[in-house]
């Protein structure tokens, strides 16, 4: 159901124009003519900034002089954004790109949110949950006048909750969406990947599923599809993962056997482009359709 690009991995560390450990974990968008994604890079000292990468066909892409977004020096951010900016994720909403990405600090990862409307000028917009939370994307379009995102705040990784919002600064009404399963491929910890994607049958979210081995953790993709008009009722989702760390680049690097997707754009046609840190090592992409994705969701509600 999934192939992988044959030029895998798309962006390496090599590709950055200045010293890096690693690149991975990119959020993706399309801006006018042109793929963008915003890769997270781990600078040689430890921390992450985000890097804007513009692509005429989504597969071979230029990656920008400087950072787009990197720790900021003005307060509240300062003080929860000391050890990097992780994990982005984009959703376009009316003209503008929304931002959600993880603050890291001393405190612990906390959620913050930034946009943009041209991909030059980045405005952050607040701090929006406390620590310990990872893992937000928002989807595009309110639901009864209120913002919605799903995240996972840490309470051991098990769940996938859901918040509402007015204002994009104060969240509430949080409650559990879905959560992990005993015997699963993802037993031990989730977490949502890229934004949910409007189809014919529902959202359908991408995610992330940790099973715990006596090596480690194994990080491998799924999908999860949510009600149309209700999106914290959870319709169903695939049994089986929709992709594994199988090829070298996924299983050796800085963390290994890591897939985990922050960003996918669905194309006119059909056809699904999952971009995704692999071995939180560089960024590889694979496609796949949307029809075979749905098909692979178990209807359990
Ligand atoms: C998660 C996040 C990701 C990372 C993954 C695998 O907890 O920190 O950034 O890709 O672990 O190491």
Request: proline share 6%; hydrophobic share 35%; net charge neutral.
């Amino acid at each position: 159901m999934i192939e992988r690009f044959r030029g895998n991995p798309i962006i390496r560390a090599e590709d950055i124009p200045v010293p890096c450990n690693t690149v991975f974990n990119a959020a993706a968008t399309v801006y006018k003519d042109e793929y963008i994604l915003l890769v997270r890079v781990e600078g040689v000292e430890g921390k992450s900034s985000l890097w804007l990468a513009r692509s005429k066909d989504g597969m071979k892409f230029e990656i920008g002089k400087k950072p787009a977004l990197s720790p900021s020096d003005q307060e509240p951010f300062k003080t929860y954004e000391k050890r990097g900016l992780e994990d982005p994720r984009i959703t376009k909403m009316d003209g503008t790109y929304y931002i959600i990405y993880t603050a890291y600090s001393h405190y612990s990862p906390r959620l913050a949110l930034a946009k943009t409307e041209d991909f030059e000028k980045f405005e952050r917009i607040g701090l929006i949950s406390e620590p310990v939370n990872k893992n937000a994307v928002m989807f595009p379009k309110k639901f009864n006048g209120k913002f919605i995102r799903f995240d996972r705040p840490m309470a051991a990784g098990i769940a996938t909750w859901i918040s509402y919002s007015n204002d994009l600064i104060y969240w509430g009404d949080s409650k559990v969406v879905f959560e992990t399963r005993q015997g699963y491929w993802d037993a031990d910890r989730i977490g949502p990947g890229a934004p949910p994607i409007r189809t014919e049958k529902g959202w359908l979210l991408i995610y992330h599923g940790v099973k715990m081995t006596s090596a480690g953790p194994i990080y491998r993709l799924g999908v999860a599809l949510l009600d149309i008009k209700n999106p914290s009722r959870l319709i169903g989702r695939s049994e089986e993962p929709i992709l594994s760390p199988t090829e070298y680049y996924e299983r050796v690097g800085e963390v290994p056997n890591v897939v985990f997707t922050c960003g996918a754009i669905l194309e006119k046609d059909g056809e699904l482009k999952i971009y995704y840190g692999a071995a939180d090592t560089s960024i590889c992409l694979v496609t796949a359709h949307i029809d075979d994705l749905l098909s692979a969701i178990k209807i359990t509600n």
